[in-house]
């Protein structure tokens, strides 16, 4: 249950209007404003670490810029998380056993990998990371890491789901409990040659814990069923529309090697890309059941 006092609140008016103001406030507009360089990820100074904090506080999602190019080494990634308190990495099937996965195209070898989006040159549509998993595996916070750049295309757009939340209050405040209902969406069955691996996992799509807003959606239509109602397909072809229409505040950007991506979890796609055999593009995606947390003082 959300405290009646928290701004996401459905019915606390008042705290929502003054959240709001605070949220809107001297927003970023140009994907540069979420740029922070970095000269040493493992060990940030303090200047660099309230750079990233205050990007963090602000828009929940921050890019830095180090000098790795395209060193493989996942370690900074770790370190670098660690520092904002993600330490609980997701145990996902697909990822390498270091619990990080290298997203890279595997179209070409017959791997099973090969079947999921990430690991194609497909675009992947507006999502949030981990909307599959159950409640108590909420993906709160999520690192990518680029090193290797595709040739062409592969780029990134960012929307704060903090943003979502407020353009969807503001059309109608219907929407935001039509999609915080425990039964909004539901990722169904999983049927193996044993009969059923995991039952339906209804969950609502809006949800907040210690006060944090959590966001599971996927503008894919093939993995999970929306409930149908009126209220709750009118509130998603609302998000739908959001998305699809290039939203106010949403970022645009291009990771580069020995750039990254720190964020909690906000809505994110990818374009379509091109590379080679010999140097295929290759990001390092982690994701925590943290969520970014101010560790210094
Ligand atoms: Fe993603």
């Not at 360089?37 to 890019?63: C, F, G, H, M």
């Not at 210690?210 to 998000?239: C, N």
Request: charged share 25%; net charge negative.
């Amino acid at each position: 249950m959300i405290p009646t006092t928290s701004p996401f609140h459905p019915d606390n008016s008042a705290g929502y209007q003054a959240w709001r103001a605070a949220k809107l406030a001297d927003y970023p507009s140009r994907s540069e404003d979420l740029i922070v360089e970095l000269s040493d990820p493992r060990e940030l100074t303090v200047a660099e670490y309230q750079a990233l904090w205050q990007r963090i506080v602000k828009t929940n999602v921050v890019v830095y810029r180090t000098r790795l190019g395209e060193t493989e080494d996942k370690e900074a990634v770790r370190q670098l998380s660690a520092q904002f308190g993600l330490t609980h990495l997701d145990a996902n099937w697909l990822a390498d056993e270091d619990g990080i996965s290298s997203l890279t195209p595997h179209e070409e070898d017959g791997q099973k990998r090969g079947e999921f989006i990430p690991y194609t040159h497909h675009r992947i549509r507006w999502h949030t990371d981990g909307y599959y998993n159950p409640p108590k595996r909420r993906i709160w916070a999520m690192a990518l890491h680029c090193v290797r750049a595709a040739d062409t295309g592969g780029s990134n757009d960012l929307y704060d789901h903090e943003l979502a939340y407020i353009a969807l209050r503001d059309a109608d405040p219907a929407h935001i409990r039509a999609l915080m209902a425990p039964d909004a969406m539901t990722i169904p069955a999983r049927v193996d040659a044993n009969g059923i691996a995991r039952p339906d996992e209804p969950g609502p799509a809006f949800a907040v814990e210690d006060g944090r807003l959590h966001l599971r959606y996927t503008a894919r239509t093939k993995s999970i069923a929306w409930k149908q109602d009126a209220p709750t397909l009118a509130a998603v072809q609302a998000l739908d529309a959001l998305l699809g229409g290039d939203p106010p505040g949403a970022f645009s950007l291009r990771l580069e090697p020995g750039m990254g991506v720190l964020c909690n979890n906000v809505l994110h796609t990818r374009t379509g890309f091109s590379d080679r055999a010999e140097h295929r593009r290759l990001l390092y995606r982690a994701r925590y059941h943290d969520h970014l947390s101010h560790l210094r003082g």
